[in-house]
């Protein structure tokens, strides 16, 4: 959004009372350009312990094909770490597996669903993030 149209948002949202100025503030998202890019992978956590890549699998593929799943393991004691990624051949089945399965209850366990960032080994991840003018930034995390 640019600065101006955030201005006569702003103003517009601006309520003037004689004693007192109240101002509201909005938050927009980001523009598509600065998101990452789709990798076909969603992030799922809240994963109970008894959860394996084959319950995961049944619960997903209801949605579309989904090309790999995979759990995280603890090294030492070999129990789940309680999130794994489920990989689908297109955006739309996995838009519609997030939007459907975020916050429902699998084995008696709400998952958490987001997009998964592509992890480059070395390199720092970069989320775009809103300035407080409302600009869209990058910080590197």
Same mark, same amino acid.
């Given at each position: 959004?640019?600065?101006?149209?955030?201005?006569?948002?702003?103003?517009?949202?601006?309520?003037?009372?004689?004693?007192?100025?109240?101002?509201?503030?909005?938050?927009?998202?980001?523009?598509?350009?600065?998101?990452?890019?789709?990798?076909?992978?969603?992030?799922?956590?809240?994963?109970?312990?008894?959860?394996?890549?084959?319950?995961?699998?049944?619960?997903?593929?209801?949605?579309?094909?989904?090309?790999?799943?995979? *759990?995280? $393991?603890?090294?030492?004691?070999? =129990?789940?770490?309680?999130?794994?990624?489920?990989?689908?051949?297109?955006?739309? #089945? %996995?838009?519609?597996?997030?939007?459907?399965?975020?916050?429902?209850?699998?084995?008696?366990?709400?998952?958490? *669903?987001? $997009?998964?960032?592509?992890?480059? =080994?070395?390199?720092?991840?970069?989320?775009?993030?809103?300035?407080?003018?409302? #600009? %869209?930034?990058?910080?590197?995390?």
């Amino acid at each position: 959004m640019d600065r101006g149209l955030m201005f006569l948002v702003r103003r517009a949202l601006t309520v003037r009372n004689p004693n007192q100025t109240f101002s509201l503030r909005c938050f927009c998202s980001p523009p598509m350009s600065l998101s990452p890019p789709f990798n076909g992978k969603l992030f799922v956590g809240g994963l109970s312990w008894s959860v394996d890549e084959k319950s995961l699998q049944d619960a997903f593929s209801s949605f579309g094909e989904v090309t790999e799943v995979k *759990i995280l $393991y603890d090294k030492d004691s070999g =129990r789940s770490r309680g999130f794994g990624f489920v990989c689908f051949t297109n955006q739309a #089945d %996995a838009t519609c597996a997030k939007d459907a399965m975020d916050g429902k209850a699998l084995l008696g366990r709400p998952l958490r *669903i987001s $997009y998964a960032l592509e992890k480059v =080994r070395g390199a720092p991840v970069v989320v775009p993030r809103l300035s407080s003018n409302g #600009d %869209a930034t990058s910080l590197k995390r």
